[in-house]
């Protein structure tokens, strides 16, 4: 069903701006002079040589392909959800007569494969990392082949007899998931000419929900009145306006934290896949509202709207994960040189739970050109996926159920991205420019938007047992993005049974009897590089005769001390310091001073970040 | 720029080692500095404003280059008002150049800075993807915080500054010369929400009214953090972030635009108009930067100090966290022997 729900009307003001110039060929054999190390990047923007196959090294007589039986197929599956009549493709390409006229052009775009120009616009690299995907419409060595001998052989129609696909949708249709509830925003205006606008969209209802229900997969489309062969403009963004919206919803009136917050819609975006663990939670009364959409001509003056297609769980689904945060990004400190391709910016995030890994979405801008993402596990460095990049159609790349990389806390994520600043890279209005960071979508961003679960040890470890099984892994086996799968642990919950004692139990090796002048309670000041704070100390005696502690900072809740031992005269006390969803290993080290009992020398280790000294008093 | 000296002169960039390698390492000196060029602004008049600044990719070194082969403009007279001091790091949005309403689409602009032997250039033209306001300068310095905006922040306005004294100034080396400037600005912009769910409702809108009626004193409390904030402040959190964010706040600062910097002594220490990113930096673009107390009578002073005769050019900025506006001081600094 589709909902027109309130609108919101953008209307950009600003004076008409010349038409764009026509960019100044700077230097066409500036590729040739490369340093050797860059050339060594296969796949940089520029020196990207097509991929090319004979069909016949695939036992193919390249004389016998023929639209009807070979080539039709893969246009079904993988092209003609946009190429048809009223879909974002430039041309229709759903009966023989439309698609003949273009199989040069069918070969040229399709042999670019996994960089920007290529068609279909999914960029993954077919030579390293993880190759399952949903939704992936990446065609194959074969069909390549089989595509590029049909053009060179002069696009033989066939056998009509042979067809065996519907190339005609229904113009209505081209939703990429099968929506249960379509809601649209307002229409607004983009005048050509305009310069780039950031803000906000007016709230509107998420009609025709009843109840709540967990969201399986979301897609979103821009519907505008862009001609589809493009507006005109030879850069960024020629086909659409909005490049980017953050959005969520909630009930009005509720607290910001109960909203739910979606993924980032960018510039000519594919749908997002929730994971089966852990959906997207739309609650009935829903209003859907955002103050950041970014919208940037297209040197025309556009109307445009959003469709929202959300896709249900069934209505008893519940969640069993939660979600996870990867923070792979560094957008402060981008410098790109003029005239030169496969210039690298590099981001690292440190995992501290294990992690299911949903979907990788690189994010960048017009000088993007590919990003990769890595995982380093103590000395072993995995690529988990290297994609291609355009800012014309960014995709997320969501991995195919027992595909999704399984890595523990500790991990160090890593993405490397590649930027072009040449006139290879359409993109861009001016390569001869340097270029920083910033919000244009000329200017450049740097983070991986992809979606990640966190997951408890008992949650890792079955992850583990299940991905052992459903592939049917032997212990020598490695899975690209699980380095423990094969390592083959029993389910903790036995374990635990084994063993009685639950994760996290209080571990003391002093005796309370042994350190009687310490019961009770002692004021810590401290002063950190920021300013003054107390830790409070209350220790006491355990039912189990040994001594414990609770610890209390302004930092949050009261923490009780994991470990407490000896070491010479002092007392060494452990325990987690908890802020802003993050835990932080302290140690405190008590000294006794002067003779009295009454006063403490303290040490507080940080976790490695610092140490803060200060003297304890008994109160 | 064609043909062979064009082909020549890319080569010699392509094979110097300040490319993709160099980016990864946070030099300290002999990186070369980057004429940037920002983007256009159309003027009522149908003239236009060309904004220029620069990325020099030493994290401490800052660097003299005069007016002349090695810093200059093209067409028209090689000083159009920028920079011979170049500070570390990004500095956008550094000054404009206005070119005639006939500046046409194919014409341009040309800045060529040459440092530490490395030669670049920055082409203004009238590209429309570059095509600026208020707006697009208070995003890509990071105040819109990932595009996140709203009407009161869109129509900030920049803030203004009262110079006391002349703008040009005398003093012999050694002695103290004050500088004070009175600023005004129209509050502008407070604080932008990320990811913030924004107000459903009329009856909403008069909550949140309500509960910043009933707070004591929420600027006190703004600029008194807890012993908790402090220490989370400490511990770094939140610095990854995918695009260029700053802190928001009106503060003032002076800085050298012309002259070395390094005869050149400030009291209190400015705040830094650069990107220095690096943990608790006194810059707004570092981590859990505190914006300052603005005076009451919104009356900054400052002293400065030279250490070698000569002329400088100091520049002070008035910035609200979105938009700025700029003062400057020429001092002549006199020999004590005279």
Not at chain 2, 261 to 279: M, N
Request: net charge negative; aromatic share 8%.
């Amino acid at each position: 069903m589709t909902m027109h729900c309130s609108t919101f009307d953008r209307l950009i003001p600003g004076a008409l701006a010349p038409s764009a110039v026509t960019g100044v060929a700077l230097v066409a054999a500036a590729l040739l002079c490369v340093p050797a190390a860059l050339t060594a990047q296969a796949h940089i923007s520029g020196d990207h040589e097509p991929h090319l196959f004979a069909a016949a090294d695939f036992g193919i007589d390249p004389t016998g392909v023929t639209f009807t039986k070979d080539i039709a197929p893969i246009l079904a599956r993988s092209c003609v959800n946009c190429h048809r009549a009223g879909g974002a493709g430039p041309m229709p390409l759903t009966s023989y007569q439309e698609v003949r006229r273009y199989a040069a052009r069918i070969k040229t775009k399709t042999a670019i494969r996994d960089r920007m120009g290529a068609m279909p616009p999914w960029y993954v690299e077919k030579d390293l990392g993880i190759q399952q995907y949903k939704q992936d419409p990446s065609l194959t060595d074969v069909e390549l082949a089989m595509i590029q001998a049909w053009a060179d052989n002069g696009a033989p129609e066939g056998d009509l007899a042979d067809l065996a696909v519907e190339l005609n949708l229904p113009t209505e249709d081209g939703w990429r998931i099968e929506p249960d509830l379509i809601v649209s925003s307002g229409e607004f205006v983009v005048e050509g000419g305009s310069p780039d606008w950031w803000g906000e969209i007016e709230a509107f209802d998420v009609v025709g929900l009843e109840q709540d229900r967990w969201v399986k997969a979301v897609e979103i489309r821009e519907v505008n009145d862009v001609p589809t062969r493009g507006s005109g403009r030879q850069t960024v963004g020629s086909r659409w306006v909005v490049h980017h919206l953050i959005y969520s919803t909630g009930v009005p009136g509720e607290h910001l934290l109960e909203r739910t917050f979606w993924p980032v819609h960018e510039v000519g975006r594919n749908p997002d896949f929730f994971s089966e663990e852990r959906g997207q939670l739309l609650k009935a009364g829903s209003q859907i509202s955002s103050q950041s959409i970014h919208l940037h001509s297209n040197g025309r003056d556009t109307r445009s709207h959003l469709e929202f297609g959300f896709e249900f769980f069934p209505e008893d689904y519940e969640p069993e994960y939660e979600s996870g945060r990867v923070g792979l990004a560094d957008g402060q400190n981008i410098s790109i040189v003029p005239n030169q391709a496969g210039q690298e910016l590099h981001a690292y995030d440190v995992l501290e739970d294990h992690i299911k890994m949903v979907a990788f979405e690189p994010h960048l801008h017009a000088p993007g050109d590919r990003m990769c993402l890595e995982a380093i596990w103590k000395q072993h460095i995995e690529t988990l996926s290297c994609v291609g990049y355009d800012h014309n159609w960014v995709r997320t790349y969501s991995f195919a159920e027992n595909y999704e990389p399984l890595l523990p806390k500790g991990t160090i994520m890593h993405i490397v991205g590649y930027m072009s600043n040449t006139e290879a890279n359409f993109n861009i209005p001016d390569p001869r420019n340097w270029q920083g960071s910033g919000n244009r979508s000329v200017s450049n961003m740097f983070l991986d938007l992809g979606i990640s679960l966190r997951l408890t040890d008992e949650q890792f470890v079955e992850e583990m047992a299940n991905r052992r099984e459903v592939l049917d892994l032997d212990v020598n086996d490695h899975v690209i993005g699980c380095p423990l799968c094969t390592a083959a642990i029993p389910l903790l919950p036995e374990l635990e049974e084994e063993e009685g004692e639950g994760e996290g139990a209080a571990v003391s090796e002093v005796e309370a009897s042994s350190a009687e002048e310490v019961l009770g309670t002692w004021t810590l000041p401290l002063e950190s590089p920021q300013g003054a704070f107390n830790m409070v100390l209350e220790f006491s005696a355990g039912t189990d005769g040994m001594l414990a502690a609770l610890v209390d900072t302004p930092l949050g809740d009261p923490q009780t001390a994991q470990n407490i031992s000896r070491s010479g005269d002092a007392l060494v006390l452990g325990f987690t310091l908890s802020a802003l969803g993050q835990s932080l290993p302290v140690t405190v080290t008590l000294t006794p001073a002067g003779d009295s009992g009454e006063v403490l020398n303290a040490e507080v280790d940080l976790g490695g970040l610092g140490t803060l000294s200060g003297t304890a008093t008994q109160e | 720029m064609r043909g062979a000296s064009v082909l020549l002169l890319v080569c010699l960039l392509s094979s110097a080692p300040q490319g993709a390698e160099a980016q990864r390492l946070s030099y300290s000196k002999g990186q070369p500095v980057y004429p940037a060029y920002e983007g256009w602004e159309r003027n009522s008049d149908g003239s236009v404003d060309m904004l220029f600044g620069y990325m020099n990719e030493n994290w401490e070194q800052e660097l003299e280059i005069p007016i002349g082969s090695d810093n200059s403009f093209s067409p028209g007279p090689p000083d159009q008002g920028q920079p011979t001091h170049f500070l570390p790091r990004r500095n956008r949005y550094v000054f404009k150049v206005r070119v005639p309403a006939g500046f046409g689409e194919d014409d341009e602009l040309v800045w060529t800075l040459l440092a530490n032997g490395q030669e670049y250039r920055a082409y203004g033209t009238l590209r429309e993807d570059l095509y600026t306001d208020n707006i697009v300068i208070m995003s890509e310095t990071g105040a819109l915080g990932a595009g996140t905006s709203s009407p009161e922040i869109r129509a900030n306005v920049p803030p203004e500054i009262e110079l006391e004294g002349g703008v040009e100034r005398s003093v012999r080396v050694g002695e103290a010369l004050t500088l004070a400037a009175v600023v005004t600005d129209d509050g502008q912009p407070t604080s932008v929400g990320f990811f913030s769910g924004g107000t459903d409702s009329e009856e909403d809108a008069e909550e949140e009214d309500d509960v910043e009626d009933d707070a004591e004193d929420p600027e006190e409390e703004d600029n008194e953090p807890t012993p908790r904030e402090l220490l989370e402040r400490a511990l770094g959190r939140g610095t990854a972030s995918g695009t260029v964010s700053k802190r928001l706040g009106l503060h003032y600062t002076w800085f050298v635009y012309r002259g070395p910097s390094e005869a050149v002594e400030f009291d209190p220490p400015q705040i830094k108009t650069w990107e220095d990113t690096r943990p608790f930096a006194n810059s707004p673009w570092t981590v859990a930067w505190v914006v300052p107390e603005a005076p009451e009578d919104g009356r900054w002073v400052s002293e400065v100090t030279f250490s070698e005769p000569g002329t400088y050019v100091l520049r002070g900025r008035a910035d609200d966290g979105g938009l700025y506006a700029d003062v400057e001081v020429t001092v002549r600094v006199q020999s004590t022997v005279f």
